[in-house]
Structure formats: structure tokens, C-alpha cells
């Protein structure tokens, strides 16, 4: 058996995840997600939509981390540096 072949069976051997471990999954997802979080139990809500809600909150965020550096950015070069130095302190914490 080649040496592939025999990691693959290792993997899947030990690694195999229940559709009941995926369902709780989704729906510890589900209750993360501000668009969804809301949703009554009795509203069911696909797991594709689940995923695709989690990967569009994922983006906004990082635009919004994105946005929030630029804006850290240009504070600090618009500030004296005393507190320039005290903000990059602050935020190594």
C-alpha cells in the first residue's frame, strides 16, 4: 500500500466527524452570527446558508479590522509623538 494511501486511511480513521457533530457545529455557528443568532428553533435554517452567513461575516470583519487600522494609522501620524508612543503601548498590552 502506498505510503498515500495508508495516511489518507489513517486520517479518516481517526478524524471522522458525525453529521450529529457537524449539525451541533452548525448551530454553534448559527448563534454567532448576529444575521442569524435571532432565528427562532422552529425557523430552520439551511446549513449552507449557515456557511455562507459565516463566510460574509468573516469578510465584513476583516474590512472592518482593515478600516479600523487605517484609521489607527492616521491618529497616530496626526498625534505628537508622547502619545503616539502612549497609544502603541496601550495596544501591545
Keep these: 500500500m502506498s505510503g498515500r494511501r495508508s495516511r489518507s486511511r489513517q486520517v479518516s480513521g481517526t478524524s471522522r466527524i458525525s453529521e450529529e457533530q457537524i449539525n451541533d ?3 454553534k455557528l448559527q448563534q454567532l452570527l448576529p444575521e442569524l443568532r435571532d432565528s427562532r428553533r ?3 435554517v ?3 446558508r449557515v456557511l455562507q452567513e459565516t463566510c460574509n461575516y468573516i469578510r465584513n470583519l ?3 479590522v482593515d478600516d479600523l487600522s487605517e ?3 492616521e491618529l497616530l501620524a496626526n ?3 508622547a502619545q ?3 497609544i502603541r503601548s496601550l495596544l501591545t498590552l
Excluded: C, F, G, M
Aim: proline share 0%; aromatic share 0%; charged share 30%.
Design 25 to 27: 457545529l452548525i448551530i
Design 42 to 44: 422552529s425557523d430552520k
Design 46 to 48: 439551511s446549513a449552507a
Design 62 to 64: 476583516h474590512r472592518e
Design 71 to 73: 484609521r489607527l494609522s
Design 79 to 81: 498625534t505628537d509623538t
Design 84 to 86: 503616539a508612543a502612549l
